[in-house]
């Protein structure tokens, strides 16, 4: 008799979260309709948004006049570390990104390669990103700050 109630126990436990994660799965899919919906007209790689800062440890970076050494570090780090994944003048696994500055803020330029797996989840235009490149990630690559800073000179 133990036995059976046990069997029952966990029968009904089981049903439970099935319930639950059925209903998680419905609420998932109805936003991902929506955004899909919303999103017909403009493509996000080309949309502009350039008062949007990300989310990350950079808020307000301001670009002076172009550093030449700062340059010459960051063609070598992008060079290691993301021509796998991104071409200049065409879609590749990652966006194209000539003209960057015309549709993203430094910061969030910034932003995307230090804080990359936050903004794919919160940030609207990295979440739009994802969506049109596949699902793909682009993983934290765990640069410094000074890093970063000498790709985003770079890729002025
Ligand atoms: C594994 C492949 C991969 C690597 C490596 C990679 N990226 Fe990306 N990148 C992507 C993808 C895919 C996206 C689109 C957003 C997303 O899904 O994360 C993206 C988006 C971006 C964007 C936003 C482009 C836009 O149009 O707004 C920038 C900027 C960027 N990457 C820079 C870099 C830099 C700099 C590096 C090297 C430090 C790098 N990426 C390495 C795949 C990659």
């Not at 017909?40 to 950079?58: A, K």
């Not at 991104?86 to 966006?95: L, M, N, S, V, W």
Request: proline letters at 3%.
């Amino acid at each position: 008799m133990k036995k059976i109630l046990l069997f029952l126990a966990v029968v009904l436990i089981s049903c439970g979260q099935e319930k639950k994660t059925e209903k998680k799965k419905a609420t998932y899919g109805q936003i991902s309709i929506a955004t899909s919906q919303k999103d017909e007209s403009t493509s996000s790689s080309s949309q502009v948004d350039l008062t949007n800062y990300g989310i990350g440890p950079v808020k307000d970076l301001v670009f002076s006049d172009i550093d030449d050494k700062m340059v010459q570090l960051g063609k070598q780090l992008y060079d290691q570390k993301c021509t796998a994944c991104h071409k200049f003048d065409k879609r590749y696994i990652g966006p194209a990104l000539n003209g960057l500055y015309d549709r993203r803020s430094p910061s969030w330029v910034m932003n995307i390669m230090l804080n990359p797996i936050e903004m794919v989840k919160k940030d609207p235009v990295a979440m739009q990103l994802l969506e049109e490149y596949n699902n793909v990630i682009m993983y934290n690559q765990n640069l410094t700050y000074d890093e970063a800073r000498a790709i985003a000179e770079y890729l002025r």
